[in-house]
């Protein structure tokens, strides 16, 4: 899946970048997950579109009884218009990318609005790439396939997510070379 794949990721999103590791010695799972930084969550910002319809609709009915019919069915429109931006809104709002490190498998999952894409592979044969620019994604290739991720990462801390990708992939080369 690239960036093009999903129209609301665009080089100026904002972004919240966690890095966990989970599990104890020898079972350890690293995992980054990558979402956008939203500035309401969208339960909050239904309470404030909300809040907004109930005053446009008051303003409306109070408009209306004193005579002035034609305020309605513009209050109505309005109304409309504020519950397609909640939408549009809301349906992007936990877009993320999720890249686990798990023993020797690299899993990463996109959410992309309503779609959940999840692609697994064996770590020791994954590589990463990064040209180096802002607009680049981080490349994990695998044989012929190219998955992109770092969409909702700044282009100046791209560097710094393949840097520590490639680290974890090499740590599970050195493991898998020993036989642990």
């Known amino acids: 899946m690239s960036a093009a794949q999903c129209p609301a990721a665009g080089p100026s999103t904002q972004y919240r970048w966690r890095f966990d590791r989970i599990g104890g010695p020898g079972e350890e799972i690293r995992q980054w997950v990558l979402t956008r930084n939203c500035a309401l969550a969208p339960r909050q910002l239904g309470a404030c579109i909300a809040a907004l319809v109930a005053v446009t609709l ?3 009915a109070v408009f209306a009884s004193c005579g002035y019919w034609m305020v309605l069915p513009f209050a109505g429109v309005e109304t409309l218009a504020l519950a397609a931006s909640f939408l549009v809104y809301s349906r992007h709002a936990a877009d993320r990318e999720r890249i686990v490190a798990a023993g020797d498998r690299l ?48 282009g100046e801390r791209r560097g710094m997510l ?19």
Do not use: F
């Open 107 to 154: 899993v990463v999952e996109w959410t992309c609005g309503m779609r959940v894409s999840r692609i697994e592979r064996i770590a020791k044969w994954v590589r990463v790439d990064y040209g180096g620019r802002r607009e680049d994604l981080v490349r994990l290739v695998v044989g012929g396939s190219t998955i992109e991720v770092g969409r909702y990462v700044p």
């Open 58 to 60: 008051l303003i409306g």
């Open 162 to 180: 393949a840097h520590e990708l490639r680290s974890v992939l090499t740590q599970e080369r050195r493991h898998c070379r020993q036989g642990v």
